[in-house]
């Protein structure tokens, strides 16, 4: 028998923003546990948010597995609040409402600052850096500086090795601004994978001294970017059959759910929406072909040879928004919008 260290992983009750939470249980098993032999297990949700001092038990569920690189005989276990009977899903459980379907895909980007002493890191002690322009994608001490770099290679290799389905990396347009992205077959998949590398990267930058800001808008109202978490999307429909009346209607759907789609995808993001800086106006639903200023851009592929088919990306979700929320909100408009099976095999 070893004794693994089981952390489990949850998201707590502040709002708009739920935090990472987690703690830490051992447990002996003959051999790396999977998921079903995993125990539920409690916490103290008077202190997170999630319950009155009286009655404050709430219930931990694993409902995702990864290895922990960083600890011998580690696990990571993301799990869902649950209410005392440990069925019943807790107010704060966005995942628990993520409508369940294997044929659809995510890919998140999120975009993130590292934070140091009260600034993105490499900004000096007064004023601004150097305007932005060769920081996207760029290379070089003045560039990068001399820290960020190497933090984002560890974060890349702790979550490779954890299992996590990191599909790139890049500096990005502020000094100080990250991306990685994060891509996923299943509706729960990306999302809890976003969650758990965010949980890694602000593990990993304790040691550094350095925070994680994902605020899309830390440096306000100034000709610094905000960040986003991009959202790319597909369901096994849009994929196969598509096609421009489905894309049309799908896209009547989003506008007229406009504010609800808003509402889950990030706090301030009037802030960062402005119509500046590659984003579109928060209040004014548009799409546009390879528009980069639109609320959603149709990637060129999608509109090859007229066949409407494949993903799309919402480029409005925010650097702060839940991925879980999102994923839900996004499918949910999806199912509102009938898909021409009928005709089809008729
Ligand atoms: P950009 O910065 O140009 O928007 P990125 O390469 O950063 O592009 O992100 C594109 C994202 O789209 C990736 O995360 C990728 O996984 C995702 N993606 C690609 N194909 C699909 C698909 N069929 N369904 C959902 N997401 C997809
Ligand atoms: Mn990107
Ligand atoms: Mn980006
Ligand atoms: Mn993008």
Request: aromatic share 12%; with cysteine.
């Amino acid at each position: 028998m070893t004794k693994y260290k089981l952390e489990y992983i949850w998201l707590d009750g502040y709002t708009p923003v739920p935090n990472l939470r987690g703690k830490t249980q051992v447990k002996e098993f003959e051999s790396f546990p999977t998921l079903e032999q995993l125990p539920l297990w409690g916490f103290d949700g008077s202190s997170t948010l999630q319950a009155e001092g009286r009655s404050s038990d709430c219930v931990l569920k694993p409902v995702a597995l990864y290895p922990d690189p960083a600890r011998t005989n580690g696990a990571l276990v993301m799990c869902e609040v649950m209410m005392p009977d440990g069925v019943t899903p807790h107010a704060t459980n966005r995942r628990a409402t993520i409508l369940d379907d294997a044929g659809a895909w995510f890919g998140f980007e999120q975009e993130y600052f590292f934070y140091k002493d009260g600034r993105p890191l490499g900004f000096p002690t007064q004023g601004y850096p150097a305007p932005q322009g060769p920081y996207y994608t760029g290379v070089g001490y003045s560039n990068v500086g001399d820290i960020a770099r190497k933090i984002v290679e560890e974060h890349l290799d702790l979550c490779l090795e954890a299992g996590i389905n990191h599909e790139g990396i890049n500096a990005e347009v502020a000094k100080g601004q990250w991306e990685f992205q994060i891509f996923g077959k299943g509706s729960k998949k990306a999302a809890d994978e976003v969650w758990m590398a965010r949980y890694l990267l602000q593990r990993l930058t304790e040691k550094y001294g350095i925070d994680i800001e994902y605020h899309c808008k830390p440096l306000g109202d100034t000709d610094w970017n905000g960040s986003g978490m991009h959202a790319n999307f597909s369901t096994e429909y849009m994929r196969t059959v598509g096609g421009k009346e489905y894309f049309e209607a799908l896209m009547k759907a989003f506008e007229t759910n406009l504010q609800d789609h808003i509402e889950v995808y990030g706090p301030d993001n009037d802030k960062r929406l402005t119509g500046k800086h590659e984003t579109a106006p928060w209040n004014k639903f548009s799409y546009g072909v390879a528009d980069r200023g639109a609320s959603i851009r149709v990637p060129h592929s999608f509109v090859k040879g007229d066949a409407y088919k494949g993903y799309l990306e919402d480029r409005r979700p925010n650097s702060q928004g839940d991925p879980y929320a999102i994923a839900s909100q996004i499918l949910k408009t999806i199912a509102s919008v009938p898909t021409a099976k009928k005709s089809v095999a008729a």
